[in-house]
């Protein structure tokens, strides 16, 4: 079964700041898909980013960017010139590629709060 | 385009009990998948509907089981309501039958088991 692991319960970026989120995960499988989803306080999940794991070049959405090594597992987010609307609960999410469900696995998640 | 919406938005329910939760699914979306959030964790699937027939359960018991319609609408029922059921609970929707199927969330229905 897959895990994915995010040990930074909490963090702070002073705003315009960059903040660097960190993600891991274990799998056995070569093809997959890596997501970042962002929850406010309004609870609505909200899709950041995704990454392909067959594609080598790292996803970038706007101020939003991910470092992606396959080979150690890791799946790390970048925010940069934060804004206060970044603050919100953040996620990593695996998904395979094979299978039917395809279901998302979700981390504990990292609170980010972003100071004025 | 219509984003995906669900019903109720908070619930209060006593031990013992049943309940339903409703999902509208994002214009052109076949799939929907149902996760359960306790307090300060990730998501946890419980379960995933593509084209009205169940195609993967998350390790919950019988006890929560579910519906998709011919409009793609989807429905979780919990029957016997326990304490530890009190989580928000989340929809998401999505264009299921290819590897690159993202999917996206409703706001929840936030449900408290007393």
């Known amino acids: 079964a897959q895990t994915v692991t995010q040990s930074q319960p909490e963090m702070s970026v002073q705003e315009a700041e960059t903040v660097t989120l960190s993600c891991t995960y274990d799998t056995s499988e070569s093809d997959y898909y890596l997501f970042w989803y962002k929850q406010p306080p309004s609870r609505q999940m909200i899709l950041v980013i995704r990454q392909e794991a067959y594609k080598q070049q790292n996803a970038t959405e706007n101020r939003f960017s991910v470092n992606f090594q396959k080979a150690a597992k890791s799946f790390s987010l970048k925010i940069s010139d934060s804004q206060l609307g970044d603050a919100a609960m953040y996620f990593c999410a695996y998904r395979s590629a094979s299978g039917s469900a395809r279901q998302l696995t979700f981390g504990s998640g990292t609170q980010l709060t972003v100071l004025p | 385009e219509t984003g995906v919406t669900q019903s109720p938005t908070h619930l209060i329910k006593t031990r013992g009990q049943q309940v339903t939760l409703r999902c509208s699914s994002q214009?052109?979306?076949?799939?929907v998948s149902w996760y359960q959030q306790a307090l300060g964790q990730g998501p946890q699937f419980i379960f995933q509907?593509?084209?009205?027939?169940?195609?993967g359960r998350g390790n919950f018991p019988p006890r929560f089981s579910g519906l998709q319609f011919p409009n793609y609408s989807s429905e979780l029922n919990v029957n016997a309501l326990e304490l530890d059921d009190s989580a928000l609970y989340l929809c998401a929707s999505s264009q299921g039958g290819t590897a690159k199927e993202t999917q996206y969330f409703g706001p929840g229905t936030r449900l408290l088991v007393l």
């Open positions: 214009s052109g979306h076949n799939t």
């Open positions: 509907y593509y084209r009205e027939e169940e195609n």
